[in-house]
């Protein structure tokens, strides 16, 4: 994404009474005209929100925190082992003091969990790893092994990053005595999820391996949100590709409400789309309540 094409989308961002610009990667500042961008979109009144998986962070903790809104940072393990297993590099170390960089700035820095099977006996420990590092909250997400369009892929993914069924009774156990251990965090938001939310990320794998059904799912993001890409697509939300003519150009309204992408929503809502019977992040918002969903909002969805 660039500059000049941000500049271009914020007479559609008026228009259509835009709150919130989420800017996500992999790592949103390796774009050379980050700040840039980061600053339009501030000075036309817009909230920003950060995604980034912290490489990173530390080189621009101060000026990031000064731009965005919230930052939410993609983290795979509690030691430097299990993030390079998963991520393919050794870069723990340097993401958990962009963490602390980022967050001594006082700007509200999230921990967000792909939750797989190299990782999910580290539940605990990345509670207590996100307070160590200054985050304010810290939420989980199964890792999607149901949509192979999910967040854009193009190529494809392993589909062994699923917990297999001898690993459910070991997360059951987990998940039990964290609502235990950590009750206090569930009160207070700092893990994002209810109890029987993260039972929901069970539920899930076992749908996968086929032992149980997929966890009901109640969503309208698509109602109030989107997804551009660097190269134009729009889609509804990360995990349902748009309409292959929803290319936007100049006016994001048009494409928004062309007969096609209207016609994508309809069949959502009426639970016509298998990517929504099996969706790990679903997010329900009542009409007429704000539409942001910054780290430290309390999400209760179904």
Request: hydrophobic letters at 45%; proline letters at 5%; a negative charge.
């Amino acid at each position: 994404m660039t500059l000049a094409s941000v500049v271009r989308l914020l007479p559609s961002f008026e228009r259509l009474q835009t709150h919130v610009v989420l800017l996500s990667g992999g790592e949103p500042l390796l774009n050379r005209e980050w700040e840039a961008i980061a600053e339009l979109l501030r000075a036309n009144g817009l909230e920003i929100w950060l995604l980034t998986s912290g490489l990173s962070l530390l080189k621009h903790a101060r000026r990031v925190s000064q731009l965005f809104h919230a930052i939410t940072v993609s983290l795979d393990g509690t030691n430097r082992e299990t993030y390079s297993a998963i991520r393919g590099l050794d870069a723990f170390d340097n993401v958990c003091a962009g963490i602390r960089a980022a967050a001594d700035t006082g700007v509200p820095v999230s921990l967000r969990v792909t939750v797989q099977r190299a990782n999910y006996r580290q539940l605990p420990e990345f509670v207590d790893l996100a307070r160590q590092a200054g985050a304010r909250q810290v939420s989980f997400l199964a890792v999607d092994v149901a949509s192979p369009h999910a967040f854009g892929r193009s190529d494809g993914f392993a589909a062994d990053l699923a917990l297999m069924p001898d690993d459910l009774p070991v997360l059951a156990n987990i998940l039990c005595t964290m609502e235990s251990d950590y009750a206090d965090a569930f009160r207070s938001g700092f893990i994002a999820e209810s109890p029987s939310k993260l039972r929901n990320i069970h539920q899930y794998f076992g749908a996968v391996c086929g032992i149980a059904a997929y966890p009901p799912v109640r969503c309208n993001a698509p109602e109030y949100s989107a997804v551009i890409s660097a190269q134009g697509r729009v889609s509804p939300c990360f995990f349902i590709p748009g309409p292959a003519e929803a290319i936007w150009q100049d006016d994001l309204e048009s494409v928004l409400n062309s007969d096609a992408m209207v016609a994508l929503r309809q069949s959502i809502r009426t639970g016509a789309r298998l990517e929504c019977e099996r969706c790990v992040c679903s997010l329900w918002r009542e009409p007429g309540t704000r539409v942001a969903n910054f780290p430290l909002e309390r999400q209760e969805n179904a």
